[in-house]
């Protein structure tokens, strides 16, 4: 029986998700390590995590020099500026509104082709999709810690209902003794009243 084919889309609970980014980081980096090993080639691997954290990986040489190189090249190359070749998953917000903004210009200045507006038209999808995913993540985050706060909240109240019941019961004994006077002191008023006439 071979293995189901896996479907690409985000993983929605965040502890499977985190299980699956740590499996394939760690794949990605052997994979990485053995195209350096078979094929005598400097590989530089980074990995940066939905909460941020750093991977990185090279072999050959230093992931300094790697970059430098790979700097130097992409400065001589004037495809790598095109929209298509960039990421958009990779690019900021703002690097995203200006590029467009760009290609509109270029595309109201020229007769912009149907191939170019649909490219332009899928980049933008896939941008929206991307921060729809992040602001969703955010959200949930957000919920999250204010189901904590509450829970914690109610945990709080607990404690302090309890102890107030706790002291209420202790008052009620004193209280009693208090209201009643003629058994504090072992007489009885009916007596003392007698005693008087």
Do not use: H, W
Not at 42 to 58: E, P, R
């Amino acid at each position: 029986m071979g293995r189901r084919k896996v479907e690409i889309k985000r993983i929605e609970s965040k502890s499977s998700r985190q299980v699956t980014f740590c499996k394939r980081r760690n794949g990605l980096i052997e994979k990485a390590r053995q195209l350096s090993i078979l094929c005598e080639s400097s590989v530089a691997l980074v990995i940066v995590s939905s909460t941020g954290k750093l991977y990185s990986f090279s072999s050959g040489e230093s992931m300094a020099k790697i970059l430098s190189r790979f700097e130097i090249q992409q400065a001589d190359d004037p495809e790598t500026s095109d929209l298509a070749e960039k990421g958009m998953n990779y690019l900021s917000q703002e690097e995203l509104l200006e590029i467009v903004q760009c290609k509109l210009e270029e595309a109201k200045s020229d007769n912009a082709s149907i191939d170019f507006l649909n490219s332009l038209e899928e980049q933008l999808k896939t941008a929206l999709s991307v921060t729809r995913d992040r602001k969703t993540e955010l959200m949930m985050d957000f919920v999250k810690t204010l189901q904590e706060k509450e829970k914690l909240l109610r945990e709080e109240n607990q404690i302090l209902t309890s102890q107030l019941s706790k002291k209420k019961k202790s008052l009620k004994p004193e209280g009693a003794r208090a209201m009643s006077p003629g058994k504090s002191s072992g007489k009885n008023p009916r007596e003392t009243l007698l005693l008087l006439k």
